[in-house]
Structures are given as C-alpha cells and as structure tokens.
C-alpha cells in the first residue's frame, strides 16, 4: 500500500511526464529488507497509542483518533530511504532499461530485415534467445520456431547477440 501511494503522489506532483510510471517500486523491491526495516522502526513504536481490534473479515478496525500520533512523526528514515531510491531509479534502472530498449529494438529491426515474422513472435524469439545466453533452446526451437531453418536460427541468434553486446555508441 505504502509503495502504491508513493507512486500516487509522484503522479500527482508530475514527477514523471504524464502516462509514464516512475518505476521507483523496481528498486524499493530490490532493498525490501531495508525497505521493510524502515517502516518498522516507524510503525512499532506508534502502536503503543493505537487502540484496534480484528474485525470478522479479518481486518483491522482502529477505535481511537490516530491522526496526532501519524502528524508528528519523524519520517526522517523513511525519506531518506525514498531519496535514495529515487536516486537508484534515476542513475541505474533507467539507463539500463534505456539500454535494454535500444538493444531490444536494434535486435527487432534485425530480425524484421531478416524474415517476415508477427511482433509478438519476434518479442518471444528475443526474449528466449536473451534468457539462453544468446541461444534459441532446442525445445523453443522444436516448439515454436520449427518454421525457422538452421541457417535462419544461426543468423538470429547473431543478430541478436549483436545487438545486445552492443557498446554505447
């Protein structure tokens, strides 16, 4: 829930351009223990002033007025936390899902020059041959891309392997 108001307020505030995601989720999810930890050390000691029983659906129904002991906290911890996954979503996962983007498409104009095949085909052959150290598995080979020669294999999988070992140019 905390993470999916963290993207409602960077929406609202226009954090990213309109109909784009600010993927800052990405990198919360990969520091999930400090993530977790963090809010802990926020929450547990409030719950001394909360006054709560479970409800029959198993929820939780709070009894007192909470929003005092919510306005004072120090959210020092939790903003600094943000900050720095911020700071990860800028400098590390954008440009690389920037790279990977760019790999992606140089591999599809490739393939498309090379032989006429749906885009979700090609989506599939990229990401097959990605997850297989550049290799089109014999079983994907034998299930959905039997329509394909060895000849066109072998090109494709360069293909894409040049694409996606490519240097920043």
């Known amino acids: 829930m905390h993470r999916a108001l963290i993207h409602q307020i960077l929406t609202e505030r226009s954090f990213a351009p309109p109909g784009i995601v600010f993927p800052v989720s990405a990198i919360m999810l990969e520091h999930i223990e400090e993530y977790q930890r963090v809010l802990r050390d ?23 007025d909470t929003a005092d ?16 996954s911020v700071e990860q979503t800028i400098f590390k996962l954008l440009p690389k899902e920037v790279h990977y983007l760019t790999c992606y498409d140089k591999a599809q104009k490739a393939i498309g020059n090379r032989i006429e095949m749906p ?14 150290d550049m290799k089109l598995s014999l079983h ?5 891309f039997s329509a394909l020669s060895d000849e066109e294999v072998k090109a494709i999988e360069s293909d894409v392997s ?8």
Not at 162 to 169: G, I, K, L, S, V
């Open 42 to 64: 926020f929450t547990l000691p409030l719950m001394h002033g909360i006054q709560w029983r479970p409800t029959e659906k198993g929820n939780v129904e709070v009894l007192n």
């Open 140 to 144: 994907r080979r034998q299930k959905e």
């Open 119 to 132: 885009a979700n085909q090609i989506r599939d052959l990229i990401m097959f041959i990605t997850q297989n």
């Open 69 to 84: 002991i919510y306005r004072y906290g120090d959210y020092t911890a939790i903003a600094e936390f943000l900050y720095r």
């Open 162 to 169: 040049r694409a996606f070992t490519m240097q920043d140019e």
